[in-house]
């Protein structure tokens, strides 16, 4: 497909120039956007033109923490802390994984997310390679890590680089570099990743202080909160995505702050796993890059970004009890452009002339979205991901709902 012609919709530019822009048009030619305005382009010579009567397009959410062959452990370890889930479910079955099954994993991860407006996803799993194919095949964008726990790392960092050359001429993949957790790797391996990511240029995708237990046992053990300990290794000195933060103490979040390391808020996981709330408005406030995440399906129990969206918005204001509070717009960006900075693009996030055309159009002709008295609102707390009619990546049209074409 080479150009796109969308016309008469409601854009949400996610720009904070530009903002909502009614009966705008936008041209897609390759993989960027060329035009987004309201004025109409002269010809209608495209291969693809998308009447936007009723519909709303948007930038592609952007789920910036996930575990996506987890699909296969959707349903199998409920109602269990993270420790316990971990530990005695999920690792042990996670042993016994092979390639193909991450193969099979990521196909039902990556048509979950295109249904469901993701466009791009920064994982953390294992034979990351195998889920690099899927997501070319199918046309998402992915950000892949084979994550390093335990004694893993020199096995690891083979297969990075394996893999990094199997994909260095494709545009949608790329890769951070991801030791597990401070509970799962040796200072020793921490600082080796630190060193590894340094002089590889690469960003680090790391979990941090997601659990009570996390926090405690690491004061206990070093005399150091998991974020003061984890900067002792060297590891924020890299461009850093911490998944979660749940447990954060003020000196904690002055340490994000000085290291810029953007921050990915999980709050469904974080709910179901009963790890508690992540001071989320405390790092808006100071100025910290707050993305969103589903984390795995296993303990969400989906990739649904819409959720995750709604969840985050409500969750903070009853906490706070300041309604607010992570409002609509603060949400969707966290889901969008926050993502996008977060995992290194400049260029992505947004609806703008020059950027990645990644972008998704919802049906707003249903009940559960009338009346559209704020399309912004209505993305945020009434909108499902089975409104997403089309998924674009990188300019390709990889999603169609009337077709569940993928
Ligand atoms: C070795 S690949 C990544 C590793 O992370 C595990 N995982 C999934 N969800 C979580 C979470 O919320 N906290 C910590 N670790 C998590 C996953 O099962 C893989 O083993
Ligand atoms: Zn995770």
Known sequence: MGNIL???????????????????????????????????????????????????????????????????????????????????????????LMADDILKGSEIGVDEMLAGGTTCFNDMYMFQAETGRVALKKGI????????????????????????????????????FSPHAIYTCSFDVLKKCSDYAKSNDMSIHTHLAETQTEFDDCVKERGMTPTEYMET?????????????????????????????????????????????????????????????????????SLDMFEEMKVAAILHKGITLDPTVMNAWTVLKMATVNGAKALGFDNLGVLKQGYLADMIILDFNSPHLMPNNNTVSNLVYAAKSS??????????LVYNRQTKDR
């Not at 903002?19 to 002269?42: R, S």
Request: aromatic letters at 8%.
């Open 141 to 176: 964008r992915a950000v892949l890590s084979d994550c390093v726990n335990f004694d893993g790392y020199d096995r690891k960092v083979k297969l990075m680089e394996t893999m990094a050359e199997e994909f260095k001429n494709e545009d949608l993949i790329s890769f951070t």
């Open 233 to 301: 290794t060297g590891i924020f000195d890299s461009p850093t995505i911490a998944a979660h933060c749940v447990c954060m103490t003020d000196n904690d979040l002055e340490i994000l702050k000085k290291h810029n390391v953007s921050v990915v808020h999980n709050p469904i996981s974080n709910l179901k796993l009963a790890s508690g709330v992540a001071p989320i408005t405390k790092m808006i406030d100071m100025g910290i890059n707050v993305a969103l995440g589903t984390d795995g399906a296993s303990s969400n129990n």
């Open 6 to 96: 969308i016309k008469n919709i409601t854009a949400v530019t996610m720009s904070d120039s530009s903002g909502v822009i009614e009966n705008a048009y936008i041209v897609i030619n390759g993989n960027l956007i060329e035009y987004i305005g309201k004025e109409k382009p002269e010809t209608e010579d495209f291969d693809y033109v998308i009447d936007g009567e009723n519909k709303v397009v948007m930038p592609g959410l952007v789920n910036t923490h996930t575990h996506l062959a987890m699909t296969l452990l959707r349903s199998y370890a409920d109602d269990m802390n993270l420790q316990d889930w971990l530990f005695n479910k999920i690792f042990p079955f996670e042993d016994k």
């Open 387 to 396: 409104d997403v009619e089309y998924t674009i990546v990188n300019g390709k």
